[in-house]
Structures are given as C-alpha cells and as structure tokens.
C-alpha cells in the first residue's frame, strides 16, 4: 500500500516594499505625510514613527529635513492659519454689509473646524496652543480678519458703538464662536438636525450689536 504523501503549507511572508532611500523624499511631502497622519490617527498618533511608515522610509529619514517632531508641528499650524485667514476673507468679502459678513465668518469658521477637526485641535488645543502662541506672538491673521470687520462696522456708523469698543465686541464674539466649536467637537452640542447654532447665535449678536447700548471696552 501507497504511503500518503503529506502535504504542507508553507507560509509566505508578505512582500516587502524596499525601503525608500533619504534623497527621494521632500520636505513638502514629510508635511503631507504630516497631515494624513493627523487625518487618520488624530493627535495622539501624530508622531516620526507614523510619518516615516506612511512614507515608506526609516524613522530617521524626516530628520534630515527637520530638526524634530515639533517643528512639523509649527509648519502645520502656519498652513492651517493660512488656510482659515482665506477662508475667513472670503467671508468678509461675500458682501459690504457688515452684518453678513459677520454671519459669513462665523459660518466659515465653523466649516474650518469640521472639515479639519484634528488640524484644529493641533492648532488650538493637546498643547498646541503653546506653539500657536510661538507661532504667532501677536494676533493671528485669522483674528485680524473678524477684528477689522468689528472695528470697520464701527467706524462706518453700522454697529452704534463706541470705537474704543470693538476689541472687546471681536474678543466676546470670537470666544463664543470657539466655545460653540469646542461643544461640538466634544459631543457636547445637543441639537435638531435642521438647527444651526451659528446663526442661531449670530442672530442674538447682531440684535445686541444693532442695539447700540452703553458700552465702554
């Protein structure tokens, strides 16, 4: 009688891809890699590690275009920043009414952050606030946007209110507006589908600011 022949499988290691050598990557894709790797893992996972593995080459590679994690890091902030300034001045030049443009940038600004809700969390909060600050020691560009439209609705005759007035007016509806955010990234915002909470807001602003009531800032 026949003997069985036995028969085994052999495991194939999967196939690796060679290692991509240092001279053929770029700073602007270590950057992209950046961003993908905050897209798809979140803060948290934002690391060299990731990066190189999303790049296909040794952890050591992205030292050789910057000096550590954390000046990644400000590059990225410095492109959002860009990033939500456009967005913001699109806003602002949907129209010459200061009142819509204020609806306009409030909106704009809620679109940034749910479109790129880790970016935000790195620009503005899990310590990224710090660099921001570094980044940007004075105002931020985004900032100055809504700031000049207060103050231009001042001048104008449009908000009735003191002109020494309109930091304080920026800074109050600013910090609503990213309190507003914060809530919603945090699951926080209860809401009906059909609600908007941004003009449901700038609805109460622009009645207050239409008011002309006593104000000093």
């Known amino acids: 009688m026949e003997r069985a022949v036995r028969l085994t499988t052999v495991k194939r290691r999967p196939l690796r891809l060679p290692r991509r050598v240092r001279g053929s990557i770029s700073r602007r894709e270590i950057l992209e890699a950046a961003v ?26 992205p030292y050789a275009y910057f000096s550590s994690q954390e ?20 806003a602002q030049e949907c129209s010459h009414d200061v009142y819509v443009q204020l609806d306009a940038i409030a909106h704009a600004y809620w679109n940034f952050s749910s479109e790129n809700r880790e970016l935000h969390k790195l620009m503005f909060n899990m310590g990224g606030g710090r660099l921001y600050r ?15 439209t207060i103050r231009e609705g001042i001048i104008s005759g449009a908000i009735p209110y003191p002109r020494t007035s309109y930091p304080s007016i920026a800074r109050t509806m600013w910090s609503w507006m990213y309190g507003l955010i914060v809530l919603e990234m945090n699951e926080v915002l209860r809401r009906r ?25």
Do not use: W
């Open 71 to 90: 000046e990644i890091i400000r590059h990225l902030i410095t492109e959002g920043e860009k990033k939500l300034t456009l967005d913001l001045k699109a």
């Open 193 to 217: 589908k059909t609600s908007d909470p941004v003009k449901e807001g700038i609805a109460l602003f622009h009645h207050l600011l239409r008011s002309g009531a006593n104000f000093s800032g």
């Open 134 to 148: 570094q980044v940007f020691p004075s105002l931020p560009t985004s900032y100055r946007v809504f700031l000049e």
């Open 36 to 61: 993908a790797v905050l897209s798809e893992k979140g803060v948290e996972g934002l690391s060299m590690r990731h990066i190189a593995q999303h790049m296909g080459c040794s952890v050591a590679s």
